[in-house]
């Protein structure tokens, strides 16, 4: 039986790497992937899944407004499709995942969302609140803080490298921006922050790490 698959990780755990090396193993056993993410995640091009390594794909987006169970259902009218790779899923609405979720439900079609757990402030995206609910399989893409230890923070930097706990929940940026750290090297990053006002013309919308 088909699942929804939750793979998460922190930036730099290679998410998006992960999720095109998936769709090619699909394609390479000549299935067909329908590839998406969401219209919030711009940073290397509207339609375009890329990731650290080089690996880049185009991908269909999702606005806040489409309905991505409709949107399936017709490609599966017009064409064959195998199974749904979902990119930076964090920032899919809840009603996004619902949707995935009756994909999965409906067509006995394998999902699988690869994002981010948690924003700069350890708090979970709403895309992945809904997934760790009601997804069937949960895994972990780890990485490792600069200690050495497994990082699970994406830490925002400010201008002076330090960890800052303010601001806009969701500012693309790369590793200029963010970081992951372990939690112990967080809050002492946060500890040696000094009172910092963001730049107003920094304030875009929210975040997404670079994967």
């Known amino acids: 039986m088909a699942k929804l698959y939750f793979k998460y990780g922190a930036m ?5 790497a992960q999720a095109l090396i998936t769709k090619f193993n699909y394609e390479e056993k000549g299935m067909t992937v329908w590839l998406i993410k969401p219209a919030t995640d711009t940073r290397d091009g509207y339609n375009i899944v890329k990731s650290r390594i080089g690996l880049v794909s185009e991908a269909d987006i999702i606005t806040d407004s489409d309905d991505i169970f409709e949107m399936f259902s017709n490609i599966k009218e017009n064409r064959n499709a195998d199974v749904v790779i979902a990119d930076e899923c964090q920032f899919f609405t809840s009603e996004h995942i619902d949707q995935l979720r009756n994909i999965v439900d409906t067509y006995n079609v394998p999902v699988l969302c690869f994002g981010l757990r948690t924003d700069f ?82 304030h875009i919308t929210d975040i997404t790490l670079k994967n």
Request: charged share 25%; net charge positive.
């Open 121 to 202: 402030r350890t708090k979970l995206f709403v895309g992945s609140r809904r997934l760790f609910e009601l997804a069937d399989s949960i895994s972990e893409i780890k990485t490792i803080c600069q200690c050495g230890k497994k990082a699970i923070v994406n830490a925002r930097l400010n201008d002076a490298g330090i960890a800052i706990t303010h601001g806009s929940k969701i500012l693309l940026g790369g590793n200029d921006t963010y970081v992951a750290m372990c939690h112990k090297c967080w809050k002492k990053s946060i500890s040696e922050s000094k009172p910092y006002i963001e730049n107003p013309a920094h």
């Open 12 to 16: 730099g755990s290679s998410k998006s």
